[in-house]
């Protein structure tokens, strides 16, 4: 169960700066409405007939709520609409990167409006936001590593948010990753889980990135099956504890052998909408 949004002090402090140390705060929101209404990526396409069974995407996300209040994670919850079946995946409509939340312009109509809810949320807890009503730009596609900001360059993000980004975090190296929009959001294909390891799809990436990236981090390779159930959309919540979903055997033989421990929880009918445990959550504070 969620904390109670009374029980909350009035302020809420937030800062990121990568996306592996402890997880202290973050935002869910729980598949109150969750359905597939309109076909917005692949994965939906696959599931649509079948669609998606409530009942047991709420049970589901219960169980990984639990999960992380019971790791020590502070779990905050916005109130679910019935106008918005995709709002389960808060990543996107912000993000966090240094100490400045920004709230995200959605790149798809069937989201246009879930910012809303979020600035209120963050208005009653007299937390500040930077809104990126100009520039079209998702939280999935945004990945941040001490240093430096990956910013997946797809159909839901605009290359124009690099510019205003990059000015705004004037610290930070912004760095483009360019993916088919097929893929959705760059957590699809590619995630940071440590200071020298990551999680990719290699040929959703092409080669220049590749190279870039195999400099910085041992490259863990992810199937084409398990890319499908979001293998790279694992959620880091600090001292090496990783969320991933059980049918992702591969990875998470991997993870384990590399000395993660791995916190198996499945959320499988959330993932017939497109995203997993990262897209499910919107951290505010991660730190030592």
Request: hydrophobic share 35%; charged share 25%.
């Amino acid at each position: 169960m969620t904390i109670n949004m009374e029980t909350i002090s009035r302020k809420t402090r937030h800062a990121c700066s990568n996306e592996f140390d402890k997880l202290k705060k973050v935002i869910v929101c729980p598949p109150t409405y969750m359905s597939i209404k309109e076909i917005i990526n692949e994965t939906q396409k696959h599931f649509a007939e079948e669609n998606i069974d409530e009942t047991l995407a709420t049970k589901q996300h219960r169980n990984f709520v639990q999960a992380m209040l019971t790791n020590g994670v502070d779990v905050y919850s916005l109130p679910p609409s019935e106008q918005y079946p995709e709002q389960v995946f808060t990543r996107d409509i912000g993000f966090t990167l240094g100490d400045t939340v920004f709230i995200s312009r959605m790149g798809s109509d069937i989201r246009s409006g879930e910012e809303d809810i979020l600035k209120s949320w963050l208005d009653d807890h007299h937390s500040s936001y930077t809104p990126l009503a100009d520039y079209s730009v998702e939280g999935g596609d945004v990945i941040i590593d001490r240093d430096i900001v990956f910013i997946g360059i797809s159909g839901r993000t605009n290359p124009k948010s690099l510019e205003y980004i990059n000015q705004t975090l004037s610290d930070y190296t912004v760095y483009p990753i360019p993916i088919d929009k097929s893929y959705l959001h760059l957590d699809c294909v590619f995630n940071v889980i440590s200071p020298t390891e990551a999680l990719v799809f290699s040929p959703a990436l092409r080669e220049e990135e590749l190279t870039f990236l195999s400099k910085r981090y041992e490259l863990i390779e992810v199937t084409k099956e398990e890319q499908f159930t979001m293998g790279t959309n694992v959620l880091s919540i600090g001292n090496k504890k990783i969320f991933s979903l059980p049918c992702n055997k591969n990875v998470n033989q991997q993870l384990r052998f590399r000395g993660f421990d791995v916190v198996e929880v499945d959320i499988s009918e959330i993932i017939k909408s497109g995203g997993s445990f990262r897209c499910c959550t919107l951290p505010l504070l991660r730190g030592e």
